[in-house]
């Protein structure tokens, strides 16, 4: 029985921890490989969400909690590195004395695709994909025509794409096969509360394959000449779980099986207005899990009883509405820190 492929997730996954010094080259190390994703957040300021990727490049930055177009800061990452990545001297990634979190993926291998000559989608795309954890990061430019494909670099069916308008002011999109029983109708957005929308025109009601996205002419995810960015995710056993549950209202709350301790988690209500929340290991290495962000605020680090990470899922311990109001419905992300069993078939630890 294959419990897993991935005995150490934190070769594709890590998260990491600093504090911030206003010091010019500032490395920061510790991500254990040269990460082409990195999400950062201030903890104590309330200062935006920092997405940076080498698909784009290090200096061009994108905000989870903001519509904005990309904003090129040339002071903040200035560089990636073998572990992790070069800082300078802006406040909202390196402020004296202020605490910082940042959260990796590795992609590693770059692709591109001219559509006209491999027969593969309609829109040329590039990026970097790593199949063995199942992440890519597919840049390409719209056309504004419904039905509209791009080659995502992954060779097996997304669970999860996430996709950004770089030129414009456009709300993020945000795509989940467990978001309804219909999820190529449905789109939520990832810089917004709202409860998932019914609409044809961001995904044309066809679900991703293994070689392509197919999308709408809405300019959110497909305006001519608009160029977007789109972090797209498949499951892995023992690695990765995109899944959801429904709430019961009870301090007491579900247990939700992944098939690994996780070490990071988003999850967001989808019959409702309620903000993203993300959790991570490292800020709270022991359960309960309570230091949370709102994805799509810019606030700073919040804390409070949320749910317990164990060696094979989690389980909520909190009644709020933002994940696990009585008969409310969600959808979530999460990444592991080890497999339940290992591929040798050793079990994990709980907490």
Request: hydrophobic share 35%.
């Amino acid at each position: 029985m294959a419990y897993t492929t991935i005995d150490k997730p934190s070769d594709y996954f890590n998260t990491v921890l600093w504090t911030g010094n206003d010091t010019d080259d500032r490395t920061i190390s510790g991500v254990g490989f040269s990460p082409n994703w990195a999400w950062i957040k201030a903890r104590n300021n309330a200062d935006a969400h920092y997405l940076v990727d080498t698909v784009r490049g290090s200096t061009k930055v994108i905000f989870s909690n903001s519509n904005s177009a990309e904003d090129t800061r040339v002071s903040a990452v200035k560089s990636f590195a073998s572990d992790g990545y070069v800082l300078g001297q802006e406040a909202q990634v390196n402020r004296n004395s202020g605490t910082f979190v940042a959260w990796n993926w590795l992609a590693e291998t770059s692709f591109t695709n001219d559509a006209s000559s491999t027969s593969i989608g309609s829109i040329d795309s590039a990026g970097s994909f790593n199949n063995d954890a199942g992440f890519s990061i597919c840049s390409f430019t719209g056309n504004g025509t419904s039905g509209a494909s791009v080659k995502h670099g992954l060779s097996t069916k997304p669970a999860m794409m996430i996709i950004k308008n770089r030129d414009e002011a456009d709300s993020w999109q945000v795509y989940h096969h467990k978001n309804t029983s219909a999820p190529a109708t449905e789109t939520l957005q990832l810089n917004e509360t709202g409860a998932t929308v019914d609409t044809a025109n961001r995904w044309n009601d066809t679900e991703p394959t293994t070689a392509i996205l197919t999308l709408g002419d809405n300019p959110t995810v497909n305006k001519n000449g608009i160029k977007y960015i789109v972090y797209i995710f498949s499951e892995k056993q023992g690695y990765s779980k995109f899944g959801s549950y429904v709430g019961n209202g009870n301090a007491d709350g579900a247990f939700i099986y992944t098939g690994f301790k996780p070490a990071w988690f988003m999850v967001k209500r989808t019959d409702s207005a309620d903000s993203w929340g993300l959790f991570d290991n490292k800020r709270d290495p022991h359960n309960t899990v309570g230091g949370r962000f709102w994805v799509d605020e810019s606030d700073a680090e919040s804390t409070g009883q949320a749910m317990d990470f164990l060696s094979n899922g989690f389980k909520i311990r909190a009644t709020n509405a933002y994940w696990n109001a009585s008969g409310g419905t969600y959808i979530y992300m999460a990444f592991a820190e080890n497999p339940f069993v290992t591929s040798t078939g050793i079990p994990a630890c709980a907490r």
